[in-house]
Nanobody, 124 residues
Framework: QLQMAESGGGLVQAGDSLRLSCAAH????????FAWFRQAPGKEREFVAA????????MYADSVKGRFTISRDNAKSTVGLHMNRLKPEDTAVYYC?????????????????WGQGTQVTVFS
């Protein structure tokens, strides 16, 4: 089972940028697809972005497309999420997730390993 730990969350003003990082260990990193999900208070956990095993393929939620960029470094076993032009509605706990499937997916149940999350708060 893959263990993951997110970092980089914080309190920022609307319009600012923030970079999240997810460090993974306990498995063969480049055999997993990775995704970021987020959960705001009182809401369902929702898909944000996903990246393929070698990083050549990405997928984004419409709400973050053009503002967020997902990346991975297979040599360092890390996954990143660079967030630009942040909005108050981006406020949530952000989770890193890993899946063993081949194809990218927005479906939460296709990801079997999860980190503990990191809080991102955007104020206007």
């Amino acid at each position: 089972q893959l263990q993951m730990a997110e970092s980089g969350g914080g309190l920022v003003q609307a319009g600012d940028s923030l970079r999240l990082s997810c460090a993974a260990h306990g498995g063969t990193f480049n055999t997993y697809i990775f995704a970021w999900f987020r959960q705001a208070p009182g809401k369902e956990r929702e898909f944000v972005a996903a990246i393929s095993r070698q990083g050549g393929g990405t997928m984004y939620a419409d709400s973050v497309k053009g503002r967020f960029t997902i990346s991975r470094d297979n040599a360092k076993s890390t996954v990143g999420l660079h967030m630009n032009r942040l909005k108050p509605e981006d406020t949530a706990v952000y989770y890193c997730a890993a899946g063993t499937g081949v194809y990218l997916t927005r479906q939460r149940n296709r990801y079997g390993d999860w980190g503990q999350g990191t809080q991102v708060t955007v104020f206007s």
